[in-house]
């Protein structure tokens, strides 16, 4: 079967472009087709209509055509994603839109497999992104001008995506290291690399260990794995997004965090890496509710709170309570004498009754069986103790299931 590059967007609005993006794709020798995501009738010529996606509702057309465009739109997004699934033969997917072309278009790219090639040219690029990307590997790039037909600035734009996605599509390679191994999810940030970094050196020779940025979508990427079966296992030794969810900050998981881990039953082990800390923007941009907190400015971008010891007891309870819904084997391992490096003696969020708020709670709540335990050790996150111990309690759970 041939494989196809596809070009997606309101072609009602968009049709130039878009055959101006399918030509130059074409003419780097790959197969190309424009798909056509209009909610509203014209006469553009397009390789594959809006009817036909639309046909992949499980409403039907009627359920996308309605006459009512916020209806009709988010139900055309759902037909898309059921529309995309079935195409066997994506060799890249590319889209452009605004804010609502893009809101369109990116949940069929969210749904194509990590690795295969999506790159979005949207008029929001250049601002939040994270809802349109979520735990996927867009490709964002920003429009410069609106999408209202073809400049010298947009075709540049667009010539340059089209290119981008062709070279993409014609040069995946296929790196099998690792595949001899069987896959384990670890969090990190970077108060916590010295602990995952011990980690990762020490199961590597066993495992393909992949290393999870928990920033929000990071811990959402690594529990879609685990959704998935790919993963043999979990180190979540890095939950701080739980802070961010509950406290209102910039990188916050969603509220099926450890989600996965129940439905599957995937072995894991957790810890309570950085949940001394909110994440907000610069330091102006800190909720006036926290007025006088302890802030540590970590870059230009990101503020950091030290959180107080209701918090930490409100976050023990949270996680103690998700992790209660766990059946696979779990142990969850509590650093006594710190969370993070910022949480050591001497550091500005060294808070030992705030973090014994935290394990206190994660105690009091869990509810232990043969399967699920809960330890606290006389080490600090980053200790090799530490670290050692999360590889001896993962070796365990792997061995109960």
Known sequence: MSRCVYIAGTADTKGDELSYIRDLVAGEGLVAQTVDLSTQPHAISVDIAAVEVASHHPGGRSAVFTGDRSSAVSAMADAFVRFIATRGDVAGLIGIGGSGGTALIAPGMRALPIGTPKLMVSTVASGQVAGYVGPSDICMMYSVTDLAGLNRISRTILANAARAIAGMAKAVVVDRRGEDRAAVGLTMFGVTTTCVSQVVAGLSSAYDCLVFHATGTGGQSMEKLADSGLLRGVVDVTTTEVCDLLMGGIFPASDDRFGAIARTGVPYVGSCGAL?????????????????????????????????????????????????????????????????????????????????????????????????????????????????????????????V
């Open 276 to 400: 001394d800390m909110v994440n907000f923007g610069p330091e102006n941009t800190v909720p006036d509710r926290y007025a006088g907190r302890k802030l540590c400015r970590h870059n230009a971008q990101v503020t950091l709170m030290r959180t107080t010891r209701e918090e930490n007891a409100r976050m023990g309870g949270w996680i103690g309570e998700r992790l209660n819904r766990c059946n696979g084997p779990v142990r969850f391992l509590i650093p006594e004498k710190g969370v993070s490096t910022l949480d050591a003696p001497d550091q500005p969020f060294h808070d030992p009754e705030a973090d014994a708020a935290l394990f206190d709670a994660i105690e009091r709540t869990m509810v232990v069986t043969p399967r699920r335990r809960v330890q606290r050790l006389p080490y600090a996150i980053n200790d090799p103790e530490f670290a050692a111990a999360l590889i001896r309690n993962f070796h365990e759970v792997v061995r109960e």
